[in-house]
């Protein structure tokens, strides 16, 4: 019996040498691009007409790719010349963020919302930290 890591290796050494040398790309990624942790943050997506779509998971991730982009399409193409790279497009993946509901100003926070804050601030000694602490208390109480 085949394990699956077989078949679909053989799978992908059967199709295109593009979509084969696109397999081998992802399982090189941290080294094409020559940073582990940069590699960690962002991963190729898909290679088409000599143009390589690639993901990142944090808006700063591409600025420090964006720093080394030179180099890293230099490195690929050396590395797998077949594929004729010769464009990266960069992009931000969404990923599962759920955008936050933003109230506005006027919007008032109904009774059942608000939150009761139970905090003894009669021990402290600083009046700085205690207003701090006590202006931060309010605005937990009112949402």
């Known amino acids: 019996m085949e394990k699956a890591e077989d078949i679909i ?30 590699g960690d943050h962002c991963r190729p997506e898909d290679i088409e007409g000599g143009n390589m779509r690639i993901s990142f998971d944090h808006p700063g991730w591409i600025q420090s790719f964006k720093m080394n982009q030179i180099t890293i399409l230099k490195r690929i193409n050396k590395q797998y010349p077949e594929l004729k ?7 931000l993946k969404d990923g599962n963020k759920v955008p936050r509901r933003i ?24 009046d700085e930290l205690k207003k701090r602490l006590m202006d931060l208390k309010k605005k937990m109480e009112n949402g």
């Open 9 to 38: 290796s053989a799978l992908f050494n059967n199709s295109s040498s593009e979509h084969g040398s696109f397999v081998k790309i992802s399982k090189n990624w941290r080294y094409l691009v020559g940073d582990e942790r940069l």
């Open 85 to 91: 790279i010769q464009s990266l497009t960069l992009y």
């Open 103 to 126: 109230k506005k100003a006027e919007e008032p926070v109904p009774e059942e919302k608000k939150k009761t804050v139970k905090a003894d601030f009669s021990g402290i000694e600083d």
